[in-house]
């Protein structure tokens, strides 16, 4: 198992990955300062984390110190709901960018199919209605300045992505959505595949409590002799997608990125099919029957 794939735009990206969300803006640096040191070239953030200071810091920091140089890391960020207007998108990747410490960023992502008004929070009277293609257009033009590598989604169903495919002149090269064991996304992965789209893992332990209690992982781990943790992360990236774990506990953050050397065999693979599907992460907040999605099954395209 390789420890990239190659995205549409013959960029790499590595194959496992630190999350950043909930990490504390106290803790965050040391945190990704820590990841770097064991072995992490991913590093996942956006703007709605509140942490990118903190990052571009610690970023800045394992530069000086020459532990990775700039162009061995790869960085990803997103854009929030309330920045989606087209002439606001290139204020938000500067702020990033600004944040960051970097002068470009590898992937720069759509956080959600939902827009808001400019600085304001989820709340009825906020929400706007959403065009996307007028969004990605301005997005493309960060791609063709330079400031984002390669541009993407984050929580767009097949619909969507296939909607935004047909307007596309830069197609997206990653759509990152929750996806576990419990939660498997087989139609998504196939759709991704079959048009050179890569699929991200946000959530790829889920909540570790349903990782680490399920029979099927817990006995593969147990037949291997790895922590259920590390089967549930392997076995995602058997299925051909990146992960992207988050800890802050340094141990935690090294069983996390050791996948390589061993697989599950198909034997076992196959059994992760018993596994029932429950999706966790849902959008709560962008349902409402004053939203563009009056359901849930309006916002997944009834994939949920």
Known sequence: MATHFTLNTGACIPSVGLGTYKAGPSVVDETVAAAVKAGYRHIDCASLYKNEKEIG??????????????????????IWCSDLAPEDVPLAIDSTLKDLQLDYVDLYLIHWPFQLKKGSEIRPENFVQPDIPKTWQAMEQQYDSGKARAIGVSNFSSKKLADLLG??????????????????????????????????????????????????????????????????????????????????NESRLKENIDLFGWSIPEDLCAKFSEIEQVKQLCGDSFVHPESVYKTHQELWDGEV
């Open 57 to 78: 810091v610690a970023l800045k920091k394992v530069f000086v110190d020459g532990v990775v140089k700039r162009e061995e890391l790869f960085i990803t960020s997103k």
């Open 167 to 248: 307007v596309a002149r830069v197609p997206p090269a990653v759509d990152q959505v929750e996806c576990h064991p419990g939660w498997q996304q087989a139609k998504l992965r196939a759709f991704c595949h079959s048009n050179g789209v890569h699929l991200s893992a946000y959530a790829p332990l889920a909540r570790m409590k349903v990782v680490a209690n399920n029979p099927v992982v817990t006995s593969v781990a147990e037949s291997l002799g790895k922590t259920p943790a590390q089967v549930a992360l392997r076995w995602g990236l058997q299925q051909g997608h990146s992960v992207l774990p988050k800890s802050v």
